[in-house]
């Protein structure tokens, strides 16, 4: 959240005085989503900030767990194993009850599918990993080439380990029923945008 508002300043403020920032507000339609889990988002700070690292959000599915992970919640490859997501509602990657469950992600699909952006960046924390798809396998991805460039530009500017640079899969871990990876497909005639995924901070997510 810190980031994405840090960066609304920035083309705010810099328009007209920095090259960059005023060629992208030009040339490009840039829309910004602070905050994709609002309720989860206010538990964590309510509740202490640092020491409270809650994922899902706060919708009760199955009484008494509480919360979906909504990274998990995507429709390509939702639930295809259980590496990386669970059907367990205890579980902190749980998945949900089916794909687009949740208010959250039905919100962010419907604005993609509306607005069909050609760039997805999506910023979590925390970790300090540059990435892109696919996440629910290592099979290399479409575009691989373009993808991996991309890849490596985040890692040259932000100096985030060489290692922590690449395919979800195979960088961090397996992960299916990511927005990146519904970003990315390409099934039934949807548009494809290629994702991005900054895994942003060091020890904590409020870093």
Not at 19 to 33: A, F, G, K
Not at 71 to 84: E, I, M
Request: with cysteine; hydrophobic share 30%.
């Amino acid at each position: 959240t810190s980031a994405c508002m840090a960066f609304a300043e920035r083309l705010l403020t810099g328009y007209g005085k920095d090259s960059l920032t005023t060629w992208l507000v030009n040339n490009r339609e840039i829309y910004i989503m602070p905050v994709m889990n609002a309720d989860g988002y206010a538990y964590n700070s309510d509740s202490g900030g640092a020491e409270v690292n809650w994922r899902k959000n706060r919708r009760v599915v199955v009484p008494p767990d509480t919360g979906v992970d909504l990274n998990r919640n995507f429709g390509y490859r939702w639930g295809c194993d259980n590496q990386g997501s669970t059907k367990h509602p205890w579980d902190e990657t749980y998945r949900g009850p089916a794909a687009f469950s949740e208010p959250e992600t039905q919100v962010v699909r419907d604005f993609l599918l509306s607005h069909q952006p050609r760039t997805c960046m999506d910023l979590h924390s925390f970790g300090r990993y540059n990435l892109c798809p696919w996440g629910y396998t290592s099979v290399p991805p479409p575009d691989r080439a373009t993808l991996a460039e991309v890849v490596d530009t985040f890692q040259a500017n932000n100096h985030y380990p060489i290692s922590q640079s690449g395919q979800v899969c195979t960088t961090m871990y397996p992960c299916n029923g990511m927005a990146g990876d519904w970003e990315y497909s390409d099934t039934a005639g949807k548009f494809v945008s290629y994702a991005f995924d900054c895994e942003l901070g060091i020890g904590d997510f409020w870093y």
